[in-house]
C-alpha cells in the first residue's frame, strides 16, 4: 500500500530569512512594508518570499493583538431573509468589497442559536448587524459586551452601538411631496411590519407629512413581512371588498410596492392611470417592473462599504464612541406615478 503524501510544509519566515540570508526581523519589516530596510536587501527579500510562495499567517498576527481577524455579519433571520433580499445582498456587496482590502475575514451569522455560540466564544473582532428588530432577545446582552458593532438600518436612538442607517424620513417625506405635486388628494400607505425600529419613524413621517400638504390619508395597510405576495392579497382584497381606494400609494418597500401594482392589474386598474405607486429602495427589480416604478434609492452597496469601514475603525481604536450616520437618498423618477384620473 503506498504511503500517504506528507502535507507541504507551510513556508514561515524564518525559512525566508535562511534562503535570503536575512534575520527574520528584516523579513517581518519586509512584509510590513517598514522604511528602514536597504532597497536592494528589500529587493532580495520580496524575491525569496514570491519564489518560496510565502503567505502570511494572518491569524497568529491577530491573535498576537488579541484578535481573531473575524467580523460577523448577523441577521439572525435565517439565511433565505440573508440572500433573497435584494436590498441586504447589495450591502453585501459593499462589505465583500472594503474586506477585499484588508485581511479580515468574515463569518455569516443566520440564527440565534448561532449567535449565541459567537457571542459566547468571543469568536470575532466586530459586528455587522441586518434587520434588527424590536424584540430580538440579544440586543441587550450585546449592548452590554465590549465587541464594537455597526447596526445598518433602523435603531432606537440611545445605544452603545454605531448606527449606520437611510434617511427613511425623508424617503417618505420625498414620495408623498411627489405625489402632492402631480395632484393627489387621496394617498395611501403600505408598510412593513411594526416589530421593525423604522415602522414608527415611516408611520409618523407619512402622516405629519399628509397633514402638512392638506392630503387626506386612506387606511394605512401594515403587511406582516416584505414579500410581493402579502401586499398583493392586502390590496386585493380591499378590491374585493368594494374600499373606496386612493389615488396613489406610497411604500416603503419596493417589493411590497411591485405587489400593489400587481393586484390592482390583476383587478383590471391600470398603473398609473388608476393608481399611483412610489416606494423606497431602488431594487433592481424596480426599473424592469411593469411599469417601471418610481422610488426613493442609495448607494447601498455603499452603504455597506461604510458601515465596514467604520466597524474597523472601531476595532483599531480610531473611532471610540459611537456614531449615528443618515444615508441621504434621492427620488428616481419612472412611470408607475401620474397625475390622477378623475375616477373618483
Request: proline share 5%; net charge negative; hydrophobic share 40%.
Amino acid at each position: 500500500m503506498r504511503a500517504r503524501t506528507a502535507e507541504k510544509k507551510r513556508v514561515s519566515i524564518v525559512d525566508v530569512a535562511r534562503e535570503a540570508g536575512v534575520s527574520a526581523a528584516t523579513v517581518s519589516r519586509v512584509i510590513h512594508e517598514k522604511p528602514v530596510v536597504d532597497a536592494k536587501v528589500r529587493d532580495r527579500v520580496k524575491k525569496v518570499l514570491e519564489e518560496m510562495n510565502y503567505r502570511p499567517h494572518y491569524a497568529a498576527r491577530y491573535l498576537s493583538k488579541g484578535r481573531t481577524g473575524y467580523i460577523a455579519v448577523a441577521t439572525p433571520r435565517g439565511s433565505q431573509h440573508l440572500f433573497s433580499n435584494p436590498y441586504i445582498t447589495r450591502v453585501l456587496e459593499g462589505i465583500g468589497k472594503v474586506l477585499d482590502e484588508t485581511s479580515l475575514q468574515l463569518i455569516l451569522c443566520t440564527t440565534p442559536v448561532q449567535f449565541k455560540r459567537l457571542m459566547d466564544a468571543h469568536t470575532v473582532d466586530g459586528i455587522l448587524l441586518l434587520g434588527v428588530e424590536m424584540n430580538d432577545s440579544y440586543l441587550d446582552d450585546l449592548e452590554k459586551s465590549d465587541i464594537p458593532v455597526v447596526v445598518i438600518g433602523g435603531y432606537k436612538q440611545e445605544t452603545h452601538f454605531s448606527v449606520f442607517t437611510p434617511d427613511y424620513a425623508g424617503a417618505v417625506r420625498m414620495g408623498v411631496e411627489h405625489l402632492a405635486d402631480l395632484g393627489h388628494q387621496r394617498i395611501g400607505f403600505i408598510c412593513g411590519p411594526p416589530n421593525r425600529y423604522k415602522w414608527r419613524l415611516n408611520q409618523t413621517t407619512f402622516e405629519e407629512t399628509a397633514r402638512r400638504l392638506k392630503i387626506e390619508e386612506v387606511g394605512s395597510i401594515v403587511a406582516p413581512d416584505y414579500e410581493e405576495e402579502t401586499a398583493f392579497h392586502c390590496l386585493s382584497r380591499l378590491i374585493e371588498q368594494g374600499a373606496r381606494l386612493p389615488t396613489a400609494y406610497i411604500s416603503t418597500s419596493d417589493i411590497l410596492a411591485i405587489g400593489l401594482m400587481k393586484a390592482a392589474q390583476e383587478h383590471n386598474l391600470s398603473v398609473p392611470e388608476d393608481l399611483s405607486v412610489v416606494s423606497y429602495g431602488d431594487i433592481p427589480g424596480a426599473a424592469t417592473a411593469q411599469p417601471p416604478l418610481t422610488t426613493v434609492g442609495g448607494d447601498f452597496v455603499e452603504i455597506g462599504a461604510a458601515a465596514t469601514r467604520m466597524v474597523i475603525d472601531m476595532i483599531e481604536g480610531e473611532l471610540k464612541e459611537p456614531v449615528s450616520s443618515m444615508i441621504d437618498l434621492h427620488l428616481v423618477l419612472r412611470k408607475s406615478t401620474a397625475p390622477p384620473s378623475n375616477r373618483d
